[in-house]
């Protein structure tokens, strides 16, 4: 039977990690895992991190899984929410991300909404509606760098990325870990690889933005490797 998760993850029992209660940590054994995005860049990059550890990795969008609403207020609670939506679905361990671009001068913005930011009509006080379909992200950056044009020269262009990967299990059982990559936005954006914000964002310590970096380089040190390192010392 499907179980209802959309006030699970934010609730303050033991199934959240972002409450009071200490994780209880269970090892992933190898085999399937559900990977529960239908972002294809996302899919892609989890399914390379996870290729050394014996994970076969099955996309969500392969069983025909319904994305969930998202309707946490945190990266955390977002990711907990997908992951368990997929475990008791599919009745296998998933794994899910929630990312985002949080922007310092923007107040954090656009956060849990930038894959909304991409939308032509993202229902968000203060972004107009625009003609169009799908999830843009040039129109998305447009949107972040348009914000900032519009703040007193000299504005702050710091931002970090934020990844919250959530792992659960059919039983109920999730555990969580978050990573960060700060640095500067650019415009206009540059290199074609990557996904998302990545073209406009340049790394601290760093001169080329995630767009133009091969993807090893940027593995190394995104938000999701941060995560991810987390995530394989703890559970592999």
């Given at each position: 039977?499907?179980?209802?998760?959309?006030?699970?993850?934010?609730?303050?029992?033991?199934?959240?990690?972002?409450?009071?209660?200490?994780?209880?940590?269970?090892?992933?054994?190898?085999?399937?895992?559900?990977?529960?995005?239908?972002?294809?860049?996302?899919?892609?990059?989890?399914?390379?991190?996870?290729?050394?550890?014996?994970?076969?990795?099955?996309?969500?969008?392969?069983?025909?899984?319904?994305?969930?609403?998202?309707?946490?207020?945190?990266?955390?609670?977002?990711?907990?929410?997908?992951?368990?939506?997929?475990a008791d679905l599919s009745g296998l361990p998933a794994l899910a991300d929630d990312s985002g671009l949080c922007?310092?001068?923007?107040?954090?913005?656009?956060?849990?909404?930038?894959?909304?930011?991409?939308?032509?009509?993202?229902?968000?006080?203060?972004?107009?509606?625009?003609?169009?379909?799908?999830?843009d992200f040039d129109l998305a950056m447009r949107r972040v760098n348009d914000k900032l044009e519009a703040l007193?020269?000299?504005?702050?262009?710091?931002?970090?990325?934020?990844?919250?990967?959530?792992?659960?299990?059919?039983?109920?059982?999730?555990?969580?870990?978050?990573?960060?990559?700060?640095?500067?936005?650019?415009?206009?954006?540059?290199?074609?690889?990557?996904?998302?914000?990545?073209?406009?964002?340049?790394?601290?310590?760093?001169?080329?933005?995630?767009?133009?970096?091969?993807?090893?380089?940027k593995h190394a040190m995104s938000h999701r490797a941060d995560a991810f390192a987390q995530l394989v010392a703890?559970?592999?």
């Amino acid at each position: 039977m499907r179980r209802d998760f959309r006030g699970a993850a934010e609730g303050s029992g033991t199934v959240s990690g972002e409450g009071e209660v200490p994780q209880a940590i269970r090892k992933l054994q190898p085999g399937k895992l559900v990977i529960a995005s239908h972002n294809e860049g996302k899919v892609r990059e989890i399914r390379d991190l996870l290729a050394p550890y014996g994970i076969e990795p099955i996309s969500a969008a392969s069983l025909d899984l319904p994305e969930p609403e998202e309707t946490g207020t945190t990266f955390v609670a977002n990711a907990e929410l997908k992951a368990m939506q997929a475990a008791d679905l599919s009745g296998l361990p998933a794994l899910a991300d929630d990312s985002g671009l949080c922007v310092e001068a923007l107040g954090g913005d656009p956060g849990i909404f930038s894959a909304r930011w991409g939308l032509a009509d993202p229902g968000i006080a203060g972004l107009e509606p625009v003609t169009g379909e799908g999830r843009d992200f040039d129109l998305a950056m447009r949107r972040v760098n348009d914000k900032l044009e519009a703040l007193p020269e000299g504005t702050s262009r710091a931002a970090h990325f934020v990844c919250a990967l959530a792992l659960a299990w059919p039983d109920g059982h999730v555990e969580w870990f978050e990573g960060r990559v700060d640095g500067t936005l650019i415009w206009p954006p540059r290199g074609d690889r990557g996904f998302g914000y990545d073209p406009m964002f340049v790394p601290e310590g760093h001169e080329r933005s995630f767009g133009e970096m091969n993807p090893a380089a940027k593995h190394a040190m995104s938000h999701r490797a941060d995560a991810f390192a987390q995530l394989v010392a703890a559970v592999f």
